[in-house]
């Protein structure tokens, strides 16, 4: 595929991405009633406006990916990053509607999409017209996994809520704290991890627990130092 065609690809699952919500009912967080063991809450869960931020992610991904169509010169790595984040793309099309009908297949898709788009993320140049899209679609699909597995977790009995949001909480900014050292330029992906966790301090501040929303805010404290915590030999690649 030349890389014209590559870059007009990502532009068309761009904006059949943003599309998507239109054809369901769109999504503010999973449902007790789609899983057998129901509680009154998940601790993971951010709150509801939280998940506004995909409003700003499919305005950024269009006009990034209509910017490297018209740009090719300005925005050589995104060439790179087409095959990664084209796959993302592709499954996320069918994301919402799957997040409806079976939460188990809605997580075991965004797995791979936020792999593909970090893996992406780490392809572009570091430069924001290049990045900043990608990087906060990538930050958001980090911790969005991790709210996933936990959901599922607790709503098949697997684990009780508090144990499952603590242990995938960790798990997120363990995976957190390593991409954004690595990328420590890319300040989007930083924003869009701790708009996640910001969300899920707000549920937790609101139900009354500090246990969590604490946890959640050394979250953001140590993603913001993230690059000072990981050896500089680590953070090349």
Same mark, same amino acid.
């Given at each position: 595929?030349?890389? %014209?065609?590559?870059?007009?690809?990502?532009?068309?699952?761009?904006?059949?991405?943003?599309?998507?919500?239109?054809?369901?009912?769109?999504?503010?967080?999973?449902?007790?009633?789609?899983?057998?063991?129901?509680?009154? %809450?998940?601790?993971?869960?951010?709150?509801?406006?939280?998940?506004?931020?995909?409003? +700003?992610?499919?305005?950024?991904?269009?006009?990034?990916?209509?910017?490297?169509?018209?740009?090719?010169?300005?925005?050589?790595?995104?060439? %790179?990053?087409?095959?990664?984040?084209?796959?993302?793309?592709?499954? $996320?099309?069918?994301?919402?509607?799957?997040?409806?009908?079976?939460?188990?297949?809605?997580?075991?898709?965004?797995?791979?999409?936020?792999?593909?788009?970090?893996?992406?993320?780490?392809?572009?140049?570091?430069?924001?017209?290049?990045?900043?899209?990608? #990087? +906060?679609?990538?930050?958001? +699909?980090?911790?969005? @996994?991790?709210?996933?597995? @936990?959901?599922?977790?607790? $709503?098949?009995?697997?684990?009780?809520?508090?144990?499952?949001?603590?242990?995938?909480?960790? $798990?997120? +900014?363990?995976?957190?704290?390593?991409? *954004?050292?690595?990328?420590?330029?890319?300040?989007?992906?930083?924003?869009?991890?701790?708009?996640?966790?910001?969300?899920?301090?707000?549920?937790?501040?609101?139900? $009354?627990?500090?246990?969590?929303?604490?946890?959640?805010?050394?979250?953001?404290?140590?993603?913001?130092?993230?690059?000072?915590?990981?050896?500089?030999? *680590?953070?090349? #690649?």
């Amino acid at each position: 595929m030349t890389d %014209r065609r590559k870059r007009l690809a990502i532009l068309i699952l761009a904006v059949g991405f943003a599309a998507s919500p239109i054809f369901s009912n769109g999504f503010g967080g999973f449902y007790r009633e789609s899983f057998p063991v129901q509680v009154d %809450r998940w601790p993971a869960q951010p709150v509801g406006w939280a998940f506004s931020i995909w409003g +700003l992610i499919y305005l950024a991904l269009i006009a990034t990916a209509a910017w490297a169509v018209a740009r090719p010169a300005a925005t050589p790595g995104w060439s %790179r990053a087409a095959w990664p984040l084209g796959v993302s793309l592709f499954i $996320g099309l069918f994301w919402i509607e799957a997040a409806m009908r079976s939460p188990v297949l809605a997580t075991v898709m965004i797995l791979p999409m936020a792999a593909g788009a970090i893996m992406a993320m780490r392809r572009l140049r570091p430069s924001l017209h290049e990045t900043a899209a990608v #990087g +906060l679609y990538a930050g958001w +699909l980090t911790a969005a @996994s991790g709210v996933a597995v @936990s959901v599922v977790l607790t $709503g098949y009995g697997i684990l009780p809520p508090r144990i499952a949001a603590i242990a995938l909480i960790g $798990g997120v +900014l363990a995976v957190a704290v390593g991409v *954004a050292a690595s990328r420590p330029t890319i300040w989007s992906y930083r924003a869009g991890v701790i708009w996640a966790l910001v969300g899920v301090i707000v549920a937790n501040a609101s139900a $009354g627990d500090w246990v969590i929303a604490g946890i959640c805010a050394e979250g953001v404290a140590l993603i913001i130092v993230a690059h000072r915590l990981v050896p500089v030999g *680590a953070m090349r #690649g």
